[in-house]
């Protein structure tokens, strides 16, 4: 098989706010020092390379004027239409219209066009923008230039010919699956597999205690995955079953995309401050205001690694050469840390409260959707549901704080009865995805404990009913599963139940519906009343090319493919012929 | 790390030497073989004769050496001929080994055109730059240069004690992104300490009573610094490489 021409196993973790690649050389013996880490040579100042393990997911468009002599070119790339980098976002910061961030997260963005070019989002300056896939396509260009450059005169180690895992949130949905797989390809890469980012946390966590995991996880254990980033949180339940005295692991219950994470905990910090600024009767320019919030995360930081100390002092220093006469100070108390974010983003909630959600109430500015409750926990507890984790494995950089980790586990525990929630040590959450990633790829390919895992949520389609119309009223709908939580990689579901007669020649379309929940359907279940449950996520369609007006019978086939999509078809019952379902990306409000 | 030129040197002063030994072998074998055999025959021929009758007295003499020759044949001959073989072979190795030394030195290091690293090298803007990289970087991350600018008196210890920790701060993260310090020595300050014998003068400054020869008893006065784990950039040659850190104009 062409499998083995690769040399090396890659792991990327293509985050939202910052991309990390781990690899392995498929001759080391796997063990947890064999997984590297590739540090990306990026511009981070004009005219200065270096090489860094974090690569900010931030690509930024220059103007014209700023382009002068070498002062954005790369050793592979003479072009300076664009940089990826370090000082993508730090100059991203200083000019917002021109720097493309979070494109991770317009992937599952419903309500604009994504494969348009949309981004830098509303930007007069940029001319030539990027659709949230090419966007995607281009830092993961940057990879693979970098690592051309580097690896790149060894035989068989091209990038496009290793093999390589991709990391995606959990919550990925059919479509947002899909684009992330049309930027791998566009990039070159052949070889490849999705992966969700909880799993590969745990996997990293599995690697690392290798020897000893099954005396630290039991049977009937369930470890929650809480993946707190810069952007987003995910989360992810992993079960610990026995089966004939050796235990196995699967995947369970994973969340919904929350746009909620740090970044938020940040910019509430520096509204904080620069009240407490203003009140003391000075005023911050907008370059200050910008510093302040780079301040208020140091000082979060801080605050959280030096548990002993009350306050920090935050110095903001004017942008002119006076120093120290234009230097505004105020303080950060521990006090008002911990009341913005235990009670802000991560309150004690009860087991059954809920996330409120008042985007109803008016118009929504489009762009992306940020979650309207910035409180983690009550997420939290509404995905956990009835379910109460025994540990917790927490990921993100979010949770490199201990006592935010502890805040977290007292609250879990307290939902849970007898369970006393325990914490499984995360070393480098910086690292772990892209370790775990790279990890996955090793067990498949020489063995090794697996989680059991396969697609992410349930689908169905709505199809009309099958009852006499009545003037006036519409025609009730009614969803047939097509495919059900868990469908394992490569296999397989033709719902031959349901017949449908299409006319050749026109288009068909269906509207595909989701679930996240583990509905307990068999494929070709019908649920009649859906409307409250199941959430539309777009259609699928294409057009039946044969002879005009010709009808045929045909039934819908669902592959799960081993890259982790999903991809409908409708399969004519007479003969071989098949015609591939697309999904609709265009706007779907 | 070993250069492609060590490993080049390495295969080919292997080859060099195996090509030699064989070549040896098959010579001083051919040489000492006929000379076995031209010894051989010609003491068949001659035994049954009166030597002295039918040969003048020159070859007398030369047959009578013949005749000496045939029995030490295989304890002297033999192991001269392995001798041979081995310093012909040893000799003529170093000397080609040394040639060869000599031309892959010559050989550029990589394939990208040498000349144009070396050029880069030898610029002065670039070298400037280089020499001038850190002060921007303290600067732009920690306003390094600005502090130094302003004249502390204007001052009092309470404002600057609160300007000092950010730039405290950021100077620090901005060195990190290069180098790590690490004390040269690992015992703690004011604990004694044994100067070894050959000692490196770049790693030890010796005050105090110096006198007579190495080792050395003293007292850590300080435990030195090294920059290790250094992540080099790539800089990029500019038009000017005075301008330190840009002017900010907000366009309206």
């Known amino acids: 098989m062409a499998e083995n021409n690769y040399r090396y196993l890659i792991g990327i973790d293509l985050g939202t706010s910052n991309t990390v690649v781990s690899y392995l050389d498929i001759n080391e013996d796997g063990n947890e020092s064999d997984f590297k880490i590739f540090d990306i040579p990026q511009i981070v100042k004009p005219g200065e390379i270096l090489s860094k393990p974090l690569l900010p997911s931030f690509i930024f468009f220059p103007a014209e004027n700023e382009k002068n002599k070498d002062r954005y070119t790369l050793p592979w790339q003479d072009d300076e239409t664009y940089i990826v980098g370090e000082y993508a976002r730090k100059r991203g910061g200083e000019l917002p219209a021109r720097v493309i961030s979070s494109a991770k997260s317009w992937l599952c963005n419903q309500h604009v066009q994504r494969e348009e070019n949309i981004l830098p989002w509303n930007s007069d300056e940029v001319k030539d923008k990027f659709s949230p896939v090419r966007a995607q396509t281009e830092i993961l260009n940057h990879i693979k230039d970098a690592w051309n450059h580097k690896f790149g005169n060894e035989p068989g180690s091209s990038f496009t010919d290793q093999n390589i895992t991709v990391t995606i949130p959990a919550s990925f949905d059919a479509v947002a699956r899909e684009l992330t797989l049309k930027a791998c390809r566009s990039c070159g890469i052949k070889n490849l597999t999705l992966m969700e980012e909880p799993q590969a946390a745990f996997y990293s966590w599995l690697l690392a205690n290798e020897e000893t995991w099954r005396k630290k996880i039991n049977k009937d254990d369930l470890v929650l995955v809480c993946d707190v980033g810069g952007g987003t949180s995910d989360f992810t339940l992993i079960k610990v079953y026995d089966n004939q005295g050796s235990l196995e692991l699967e995947r369970i219950a994973v969340g919904n995309h929350l746009l909620v994470g740090g970044d938020n905990i940040d910019l509430a910090l520096s509204h904080l401050l620069n009240s407490k600024i203003s009140s003391s009767g000075k005023k911050l320019d907008s370059w200050q205001v910008r510093s302040l919030l780079n301040k208020a995360r140091e000082a979060k930081e801080y605050l959280f690694t030096n548990p002993d100390k009350e306050y920090v002092e935050i110095v903001v220093h004017s942008k002119g050469m006076k120093l120290i006469s234009g230097t505004v100070k105020s303080e950060l108390l521990f006090s008002e840390l911990s009341q913005i974010v235990n009670q802000g983003f991560f309150p004690e909630c009860s087991k059954d409260e809920k996330p409120v959600n008042n985007r109803k109430t008016g118009l929504m500015e489009a762009g992306l959707n940020y979650e309207s409750d910035p409180a983690v926990t009550k997420h939290l507890a509404e995905f956990l549901d009835s379910y109460s984790p025994s540990f917790i494995l927490f990921n993100g950089g979010v949770m490199k704080s201990e006592q935010l980790r502890e805040h977290i586990r007292n609250t879990v525990s307290m939902w849970s009865d007898e369970k006393n929630t325990k914490e499984l040590l995360n070393h480098n959450s910086d690292t772990s995805v892209a370790v775990g990633a790279a990890y996955y790829a090793w067990v498949k390919l020489k063995g090794g404990i697996r989680i059991k895992s396969g697609l992410n949520k349930t689908y169905y389609i709505e199809v009309a009913s099958s009852m006499p119309a009545i003037p006036g009223i519409p025609t009730p709908t009614k969803a047939v599963c097509v495919a059900p939580f868990g469908m394992e990689e490569g296999s397989v579901i033709k719902i031959k139940d349901n017949q449908y007669m299409l006319t050749l020649g026109e288009e068909v379309s269906f509207n595909l519906l989701e679930s996240s929940e583990k509905d307990d359907v068999a494929p070709g279940e019908t649920v009649e009343d859906f409307q409250n449950r199941l959430e539309k996520l777009t259609e699928i369609e294409t057009f039946l090319e044969g002879e005009k007006n010709e009808m045929i019978p045909v039934i819908l086939e669902t592959y799960a493919t081993e890259v982790g999509t999903l991809e409908f078809y409708c399969a004519s019952v007479n003969d071989d012929r098949k015609w591939k379902l697309e999904f609709n990306l265009r706007s779907q409000d | ?252």
Not at chain 2, 38 to 54: D, E, H, P
Not at chain 2, 170 to 194: F, H, M, R, T
Not at chain 2, 197 to 209: A, H
Request: with cysteine; glycine share 4%.
């Open chain 2, 1 to 252: 790390m070993i250069s492609k030129k060590q490993i080049y040197i390495k295969s080919l002063s292997k080859k060099i030497f195996w090509i030699q030994f064989i070549f040896s072998v098959i010579f001083f074998g051919a040489v000492s073989g006929a000379l076995y055999f031209y010894a051989g025959s010609a003491y068949n021929m001659i035994s049954g004769v009166n030597v002295s009758k039918i040969y003048p007295p020159e070859y007398q003499n030369f047959l009578s050496l013949l005749l000496e020759f045939k029995d030490p044949f295989n304890i002297f001959i033999l192991p001269a001929t392995a001798g041979a073989v081995f310093i012909f072979t040893i000799i003529t190795w170093l000397i080609l080994r040394s040639s060869a030394k000599k031309t892959i030195s010559l050989i550029p290091t990589s394939r990208e055109p040498a000349p144009e690293t070396d050029n880069k090298k030898d610029d002065p803007e670039l070298e400037k730059r280089k020499f001038l990289h850190i002060l921007s970087v303290l600067q732009e991350d920690g306003r390094f240069l600005d502090f130094l600018s302003e004249d502390l008196s204007d001052y009092d210890d309470q404002d600057i004690g609160a300007a000092v920790r950010s730039i405290h701060k950021g100077c620090n993260d901005a060195l990190k992104k290069y180098v790590e310090l690490k004390p040269l020595l690992d015992e703690e300050e004011e604990s004694s300490i044994e100067v070894p014998k050959n000692f490196n003068p770049d790693k030890y400054k010796l005050t105090g009573k110096v006198v007579g020869n190495p080792p050395f008893k003293g007292t850590i006065k300080h435990r030195g610094w090294r920059a290790s784990n250094i992540n080099m950039p790539e800089l990029k040659k500019t038009d000017d490489a005075e301008l330190l850190v840009p002017a900010e104009v907000e366009v309206e």
